[in-house]
Each structure stands twice: as structure tokens, then as C-alpha cells.
């Protein structure tokens, strides 16, 4: 059905910056939201950025000022810029999308990719 691809995570070191991408493919009708969570060993899965279809963002309090999430390029990619990078930041990047796949799907489905990990050293 829905696939999601997430590329870019890596190692780099504290202070750098990574931009991560995911990339949704398969039977997309319409993709209401697109959004980026984390979660790092022992933690809770917590949510990092969101894009709505209409253009609304929303950032997770301990990400605010230094990252961003867009789109450009590729039609249903969303991208994850991350700056001035901690070891803080080091987790499991998730791409999720809610995404209807047909016109009688009005609410819509949650899909997740399988992860990129990012790992930031001091």
C-alpha cells in the first residue's frame, strides 16, 4: 500500500547539521499530514516536527529554532533539517504520515518507515 523511506541519518559531530528525508510512495490518494519522531534508547517515542497539508508546522519544544520541516523536490517528500546538533539529538528518526488512500478515505491512516538513526558525538 504505503510506504515510507527515510534517508540521511548519520554520525556527525555535535554543533553540525543533517538533513534527513523521507520519501512517501504507494496507492496515496492524499496525504493530510507528514511528521518526523524520535526516539532514543529507554525513551518515549516523541514527536519532532509535523506538516500539515495546509501548510502548518508545529515543533517539538526541545528542537524549536533549530530545525525545520519542509518540502520541496520530490512530490511527497518531506524533509527534516536539523542544526546545531547535541548528542541530545542522538535517536531513531521516524517519518509518519497520515494518508488517505482513496477519495472515501476522509480521515485517513497512520504510516511509519522503518527509521534512520542519527547519532550525534560530543
Known amino acids: 500500500q504505503v510506504q515510507l523511506l527515510e534517508s540521511g541519518g548519520g554520525l556527525v559531530q555535535a554543533g553540525g547539521s543533517l538533513r534527513l528525508s523521507c520519501l512517501a510512495s504507494?496507492?496515496?490518494?492524499?496525504?493530510?499530514?507528514m511528521a518526523w519522531f524520535r526516539q532514543a534508547p529507554g525513551e518515549h517515542r516523541e514527536l519532532v516536527a509535523s506538516?500539515?497539508?495546509?501548510?502548518?508546522?508545529n515543533y517539538g519544544d526541545s528542537v524549536k529554532g533549530r530545525f525545520l520541516i519542509h518540502r520541496a523536490g520530490t512530490k511527497n517528500t518531506v524533509y527534516l533539517q536539523m542544526n546545531n546538533l547535541s548528542p541530545e539529538d542522538t535517536a531513531v528518526y521516524y517519518c509518519?504520515?497520515?494518508?488517505?488512500?482513496?477519495?472515501?478515505?476522509?480521515?485517513?491512516?497512520?504510516?511509519w518507515g522503518q527509521g534512520t538513526q542519527v547519532t550525534v558525538s560530543s
Open positions: 509518519n504520515a497520515d494518508v488517505s488512500v482513496d477519495s472515501n478515505d476522509d480521515q485517513g491512516k497512520d504510516f
Open positions: 506538516l500539515t497539508g495546509g501548510g502548518s508546522t
Open positions: 504507494g496507492s496515496i490518494f492524499r496525504i493530510n499530514a
